[in-house]
T-cell receptor, first 114, second 113 residues
Framework: SAVISQKPSRDICQRGTSLTIQCQVDSQVTMMFWYRQQPGQSLTLIATANQGSEATYESGFVIDKFPISRPNLTFSTLTVSNMSPEDSSIYLC???????????FGPGTRLTVL | AQSVTQLDSQVPVFEEAPVELRCNYSSSVSVYLFWYVQYPNQGLQLLLKYLSGSTLVKGINGFEAEFNKSQTSFHLRKPSVHISDTAEYFCAVSEAAGNKLTFGGGTRVLVKP
């Protein structure tokens, strides 16, 4: 299985600021994804992080609000820009391991925006 | 487009009783099906998956699920639950293994002593 770490594990931020979340995997993976889990809700895919090209965003999510970088096959960042209280959520990174035909999830970053 | 419906948002159950969590999906193509568990303040852990083959899938912690193509369902069952099974359970689908997942709304299981 893939071991995934995320930094920070949690943060409390002021509205109008930005936060960058890091996702590190212990092995090279092809597919990396970023999900959002709003309080008491299910997971919603924000985007697929593509290595060497722009991320692919789902409907309702835009690059200006959630810029994503993926400089190599083991690392990605998600920035939540110009935050508002509605951005308070858990943000999860996941990776797809073709060998295992499944996705592995990081522990998540719990963000609170005041 | 795919969608997943988990019919029960909350399921209270007594310890050592059986539990069934219902999941229905819709998709225009063949799908791969997954059940994940999220314990309080933790990330997601895969319970089991259906990719192909036998429609009865056994997972970790005594859980199993049955894929029913005609009813587009993938219900999760456990014959005897423990207090430690208290968690949120998510059903998810994807068009290909390793591809993006579409999640259901989740079912919160509360096991009572």
């Amino acid at each position: 299985s893939a071991v995934i770490s995320q930094k920070p594990s949690r943060d409390i931020c002021q509205r109008g600021t930005s936060l960058t979340i890091q996702c590190q995997v212990d092995s090279q993976v092809t597919m990396m994804f970023w999900y959002r889990q709003q309080p008491g809700q299910s997971l919603t895919l924000i985007a697929t992080a593509n290595q060497g090209s722009e991320a692919t965003y789902e409907s309702g999510f835009v690059i200006d609000k959630f810029p994503i970088s993926r400089p190599n096959l083991t690392f990605s960042t998600l920035t939540v820009s110009n935050m508002s209280p509605e951005d308070s959520s858990i943000y999860l990174c996941s990776v797809a391991a073709t060998l295992y035909n499944e996705q592995f999830f990081g522990p998540g970053t719990r963000l609170t925006v005041l | 487009a795919q969608s997943v419906t988990q019919l029960d948002s909350q399921v209270p159950v007594f310890e050592e009783a059986p539990v069934e969590l219902r999941c229905n999906y819709s998709s225009s193509v063949s799908v791969y099906l997954f059940w994940y568990v999220q314990y309080p303040n933790q990330g997601l852990q895969l319970l089991l998956k259906y990719l192909s083959g036998s429609t009865l899938v056994k997972g970790i912690n005594g859980f199993e699920a049955e894929f029913n193509k005609s009813q587009t369902s993938f219900h999760l069952r456990k014959p005897s639950v423990h207090i430690s099974d208290t968690a949120e359970y998510f059903c998810a689908v994807s068009e290909a293994a390793g591809n993006k997942l579409t999640f259901g709304g989740g079912t919160r299981v509360l096991v009572k002593p």
